[in-house]
């Protein structure tokens, strides 16, 4: 059952959940009713109480497996790793989050904490820039944005457990006192480790970890398996796209020095560079150069333009503020923070262009709640009659994805991107010189036919967000598995003698030699997926093929610009059904990626009593040659013989 559906089951009525567990039970046997109370997510409770997420349900599911496994070796380790992980959970609340909760005053409690974090923010944005400048960098995997994002996102995990403990939202002008901001400051390593304990966590929901008990305070936990390594190689693909336009775009800056000038005409007039980057992602992640689209009322140039806007007033702000660090005896949020009234904010917004009607809703959408993921795509807070923006978190922020992701987390339908995907694909076909038609009958709707010679292919387009957790991912994976079973059906409706004759005076083809199936995602793909007879491949793969455009390295090399294609023996000559075939079943891109992904050690056992392996990132997209050892140099080559 699909992630999302089994939530809402669950929410909506656990009596049917139950019931679907002992169907499951019935039909598939121990392990895959085992997989399916995983995925439901009832059994870890990451807010420390020691005890099954919802423990009523999880006690009357474990009586039943109980009642027909008595001995059971799975149903008893079952029991065992959720005991192990609920415990973890237990111990950080009362190690860290319960100890910071004594020494900080609940009324300024948010305040210290967001203090604290924008003068983290703030000195970790130097110290990149000066170990970049002085080559104290690591070559392969200079990974320092990485970090700095790491630490934003996971602010939304502490700013929820605040608004869980119904903390006080204001108090801008208050003074804060420095030994509360340190207090505070250990938020911030203590929710990093938090994001690695809801990796674990979501691994073992959904995909596939070992758990070895070391000895009593220690336990070791390592990721297995090709569906956690796809979620790596997804978004390390996905990386490589963004930051080759970031890079891109970066050059042309250099080069042409375009100038931006505050206006309030919307995009595609720019008020700055990360504005017409932002554009350019957008067609990207949306599948449209259409800024016009629409969401609850909202132009998408409205937003872009808001988010730039915020981005703006962040470099403001920080040029004129003086350095801060911890050189003060007491502070104010209002001193290190941009801090407006809604009515000023509203009346920034429509200097730029966006419409007074709409400007309030666009600040309520931008304001975090306990629906958003981070401080990336809802950069305001609250604060009393005030909306607060950390200037060193909004600075950086990449708005097309932030609008993406901001929609999707209050469930606002964003399916119309999913139309101008399917048009994308069937254009870039077309433009081959290949017939490629939209089959239209009712519940049997096929984004696209077309034909390689006599070898027919029938095409499910799936345009989705992409996954850059663990958890989005096994979303991913299931709107894949969707989208597959669905072209399964309509394939079989149109092979039949009368609608295959039909599809062959249409395509002008006078017989069929095979047919062949594929889902065609915009997201990146993390492994070689083939659902029975049905391939999954990414637009990245389909389209370079179609447009004969292999994926290339790019080097720097003495002030030029020095280019190598890979794979090009997939992209020469005709298009032909044996070159495709072979390029969907070995997928080169993917086994190369595959070899940049390894294994780090993530050290917990003094903290949580926890050794994590998980897959980490060995080469990244961008490589800094000068700093390489030889080793490193022999690794680089290896990957991209």
Same mark, same amino acid.
């Given at each position: ?18 019931? $679907? ?21 009832? &059994?870890?409770?990451?807010? *420390? ?69 924008? @003068? ?54 208050? =003074? ?46 390592? #990721? ?5 390594? *796809? ?45 017409? $980057?932002? &554009? ?16 609850? *009322? ?15 007033? &962040?470099? +403001? ?7 801060? *660090? ?36 666009? $600040? ?59 048009? $994308? ?54 709107? @894949? ?46 492994? +070689? ?6 391939? @999954? #491949? ?52 993917? %086994?190369?990626?595959?070899? =940049? ?23 990244? #997209? ?9 080793? %490193? ?9």
């Amino acid at each position: 059952m699909h992630l999302f559906e089994l939530e809402q089951l669950i929410r909506k009525d656990k009596n049917k959940f139950l019931n $679907l567990v002992k169907k499951t039970y019935s039909n598939l046997g121990l392990e895959d009713t085992l997989r399916l109370i995983k995925k439901s997510g009832i &059994c870890i409770n990451p807010y *420390g109480t020691g005890e099954p997420k919802d423990k009523k349900l999880f006690n009357q599911v474990f009586e039943f497996l109980q009642s027909k496994e008595h001995d059971s070796k799975s149903l008893s380790d079952f029991l065992n790793e959720i005991n192990i992980l609920n415990a973890i959970y237990r111990r950080f609340d009362q190690k860290y989050m319960k100890k910071i909760e004594k020494l900080i005053d609940a009324d300024i409690h948010v305040n210290s904490y967001l203090i604290a974090l924008e @003068i983290n923010l703030s000195e970790f944005q130097y110290q990149s820039f000066f170990n970049l400048i002085s080559g104290r960098i690591n070559g392969l995997n200079h990974n320092s944005q990485d970090i700095y994002e790491n630490i934003v996102q996971s602010s939304g995990l502490i700013l929820k457990y605040f608004m869980y403990k119904k903390y006080k939202f204001g108090g801008i002008s208050n =003074r804060i006192d420095k030994q509360d901001v340190i207090s505070a400051s250990e938020h911030l390593t203590n929710s990093s480790i938090r994001v690695y304990m809801d990796n674990i966590m979501y691994l073992w929901d959904y995909f596939d970890v070992n758990i070895s008990v070391l000895n009593k305070d220690k336990v070791y936990i390592k #990721t297995v398996g090709d569906d956690a390594l *796809g979620k790596h190689i997804s978004h390390l693909s996905f990386m490589d796209i963004r930051n080759a336009k970031m890079s891109r775009q970066g050059l042309e800056q250099a080069i042409f020095k375009p100038k931006y000038n505050i206006t309030n005409n919307l995009p595609p007039e720019y008020i700055s560079s990360k504005e017409e $980057l932002a &554009c350019e992602f957008i067609e990207e992640y949306f599948s449209t150069k259409d800024l016009n689209i629409e969401f609850n *009322g909202i132009l998408l140039s409205e937003l872009i333009r808001a988010y730039s806007l915020v981005s703006i007033e &962040c470099e +403001k702000f920080l040029k004129n503020r003086k350095n801060i *660090g911890y050189g003060f005896n007491d502070v104010a949020l209002n001193e290190v923070c941009i801090v407006k009234s809604k009515i000023k904010w509203i009346n920034k917004l429509t200097e730029v262009g966006i419409r007074k009607s709409k400007a309030d809703e666009i $600040l309520k959408l931008m304001t975090f709640n306990n629906s958003s993921n981070d401080l990336f795509d809802c950069p305001f807070i609250q604060m009393g009659n005030n909306l607060v923006v950390l200037p060193s978190a909004s600075i950086m922020t990449d708005s097309s994805r932030a609008i993406l992701l901001n929609l999707n987390s209050r469930e606002i339908n964003i399916s119309k991107k999913g139309d101008e995907f399917e048009r $994308l694909i069937r254009e870039v076909i077309s433009k081959r010189g290949i017939r490629c038609i939209n089959l239209q009958k009712k519940d049997y709707e096929c984004d696209a036919v077309f034909a390689l010679g006599n070898d027919l292919f029938f095409l499910e387009t799936k345009h989705l967000n992409h996954p850059t957790s663990y958890r989005e991912y096994m979303r991913h994976l299931d709107d @894949i598995r969707e989208a597959s079973s669905q072209l399964n059906r309509i394939v079989e409706f149109y092979t039949t003698d009368v609608n295959l004759e039909e599809i062959k005076s249409k395509l002008d083809i006078e017989t069929v030699d095979s047919i062949s199936k594929l889902v065609v995602t915009n997201t990146s793909q993390g492994q +070689k997926l083939k659902i029975g007879d049905t391939y @999954i #491949t990414d637009d990245t793969c389909f389209v370079g093929y179609f447009e004969r455009r292999p994926p290339q390295i790019v080097a720097f090399q003495k002030g030029s610009i020095v280019t190598r294609s890979l794979f090009s023996e997939y992209f020469m000559g005709n298009l032909n059904k044996e070159q495709f075939m072979n390029l969907l079943e070995k997928s080169p891109l993917i %086994e190369q990626n595959k070899r =940049r992904i390894g294994y780090a050690m993530y050290d917990f056992s003094e903290q949580i009593g926890v050794e994590f392996e998980d897959f980490s990132v060995k080469v990244n #997209t961008v490589v800094y040659e000068d700093f390489l050892t030889d080793d %490193e140099r022999t690794e680089l080559s290896n990957i991209y013989k």
